[in-house]
């Protein structure tokens, strides 16, 4: 619900502040496209980690455009 009231669509640059584990990030990057790019901010250190180690399990091409 969150990504479609965004307004997100593809080929948008997005940002994700206070990101967490990165879920919200993942779905924007499905709805953008793999040649736009999302943007994940948090204020702690831990939780990018547990993003940016998700990020890597995952294989669809996507996830790669997420920054973080």
Not at 5 to 16: F, I, N
Not at 33 to 50: M, Y
């Amino acid at each position: 619900m969150t990504v479609s009231w965004s307004g997100a669509k593809e080929g948008d640059t997005v940002l994700d502040v206070c990101c967490g584990s990165g879920d919200l990030a993942f779905l924007l990057s499905e709805k953008v496209g793999i040649h736009c790019k999302v943007i994940a901010l948090d204020f702690s250190k831990e939780q990018l980690q547990i993003a940016a180690c998700r990020q890597h399990e995952r294989t669809k091409a996507c996830y790669e455009n997420i920054e973080s």
